[in-house]
């Protein structure tokens, strides 16, 4: 009987959304820092950004090339190129290995997640897909541009969402910001900077809460 009823619990497929200038192989080393039994919940699918890397990666001497970009911005972070090149690379790829329900990202691939429902929402992004039914946000952060913004945060992000927030990440105030930006976040606090941390005892209760909460929804 107990198997049964395991069948019957589906895992939640995630599209994987990797840093600025790395890949979806590197993400995947990245996430496997975490237990066995947290990513047995899941079904992770890793993609390449649309585009290849157009300058040095951070990543250079620790992880092997080749390395990507979901799109390319200024200096300020207001002004983006090739974004709706990035929207229609991620619709295609949740069209040709999803559905999905869920997406993870880190880096400017949390960004570009945590925009996604507010966009699919206001029928910008995702029109062919089902819709986002929660997020996972590694190091995130808000757009700044103000008409993007104002399409991806106008309403409150309604579906579950759990973030990490390092105590020394430069992204820190910024994925506080988005906090506010979220109907019901779950937020796990780290002592690292802009990385995918290990989990402890405590963060990994609060990933198994999280997957229990999800697997309800989905």
């Given at each position: ?59 250079e001497g ?6 990507y970009e ?45 925009a996604l ?102």
């Open positions: 009987m107990g198997s049964e009823g395991e069948n019957r619990v589906r895992k939640p497929r995630i599209l994987c959304l990797h840093g600025f200038r790395t890949s979806g192989e590197i993400l995947k080393t990245q996430i496997h820092k975490w237990p066995q039994s947290v990513l047995k919940n899941f079904d992770l699918v890793f993609v390449d950004a649309p585009f290849p890397c157009q300058g040095k990666s951070d990543v620790i992880f092997d090339p080749p390395y979901w799109f390319q911005f200024n200096k300020e972070f207001t002004e983006y190129t090739n974004f709706d090149e990035c929207l229609q690379y991620v619709e295609d790829c949740m069209i040709k290995h999803g559905p999905f329900d869920g997406l993870l990202g880190f880096s400017q691939g949390a960004i570009l997640s945590a429902p507010g966009l699919q929402e206001k029928g910008v992004a995702l029109k062919k897909v089902p819709k986002v039914k929660f997020l996972i946000i590694v190091g995130g952060a808000m757009f700044r541009s103000p008409s993007l913004a104002e399409k991806a945060y106008s309403s409150p992000i309604g579906c579950p969402s759990l973030h990490f927030l390092g105590e020394t990440d430069f992204l820190k105030e910024y994925g506080n910001e988005l906090l506010k930006s979220c109907v019901d976040p779950v937020v796990i606090h780290h002592p690292k900077g802009h990385t995918i941390p290990r989990l402890d005892d405590k963060s990994q209760k609060t990933m198994m809460d999280f997957i229990e909460r999800i697997q309800r929804d989905i």
